[in-house]
């Protein structure tokens, strides 16, 4: 890949990376979610698909290096918000998170039925590795 991103740091604890000429955002937390950085996400998601002018995206959302894995009561009401506002979304998502052992297949589970209710058409996977998620994520963008 010789794509070199566009580097963001819209608030502490949030980097955002534009790769192909801004078509693949990498959104990458790196301390608890808080509202600073829900409100920076989703105006960026927001951004990002009116630019686009379409609900085809193609994202990542690093939480790998964030201390406090876990998703906050509102994070996770952001995250359906989001969702909900988008039922018609289709493209690839890949979330970056720390090998979690046992829990990973109960983390893919939620992903997946979460995503089947509210977004079908988007395509989520979980991965362990920042740059096997960047490119399942880039080679679903050419295939579109």
């Given at each position: 890949?010789?794509?070199?991103?566009?580097?963001?740091?819209?608030?502490?604890?949030?980097?955002?990376?534009?790769?192909?000429?801004?078509?693949?955002?990498?959104?990458?937390?790196?301390?608890?979610?808080?509202n600073e950085?829900?409100?920076?996400?989703?105006?960026?998601?927001?951004?990002?698909?009116?630019?686009?002018?379409?609900?085809?995206?193609?994202?990542?959302?690093?939480?790998?290096?964030?201390?406090?894995?876990?998703?906050?009561?509102?994070?996770?009401?952001?995250?359906?918000?989001?969702?909900?506002?988008?039922?018609?979304?289709?493209g690839r998502?890949?979330?970056?998170?720390?090998p979690l052992?046992?829990?990973?297949?109960?983390?893919?589970?939620?992903?997946?039925?979460?995503?089947?209710?509210?977004?079908?058409?988007?395509?989520?996977?979980?991965?362990?590795?920042?740059?096997?998620?960047?490119?399942?994520?880039?080679?679903?963008?050419?295939?579109?």
């Open positions: 890949m010789t794509d070199q991103p566009v580097i963001e740091h819209p608030v502490p604890g949030l980097e955002v990376e534009r790769w192909c000429n801004g078509d693949v955002l990498v959104f990458t937390v790196t301390s608890r979610f808080n950085i829900l409100d920076a996400w989703s105006a960026l998601l927001k951004d990002y698909l009116e630019r686009r002018q379409t609900t085809d995206r193609f994202t990542v959302l690093d939480v790998s290096q964030t201390a406090f894995l876990t998703f906050t009561s509102a994070a996770s009401q952001r995250l359906k918000e989001t969702a909900a506002a988008y039922p018609d979304a289709t998502v890949a979330v970056i998170v720390p052992g046992v829990l990973q297949s109960i983390g893919e589970f939620f992903i997946q039925l979460n995503n089947n209710r509210l977004q079908p058409n988007l395509d989520i996977q979980l991965f362990n590795n920042r740059q096997a998620g960047l490119d399942w994520v880039i080679a679903g963008l050419d295939r579109s």
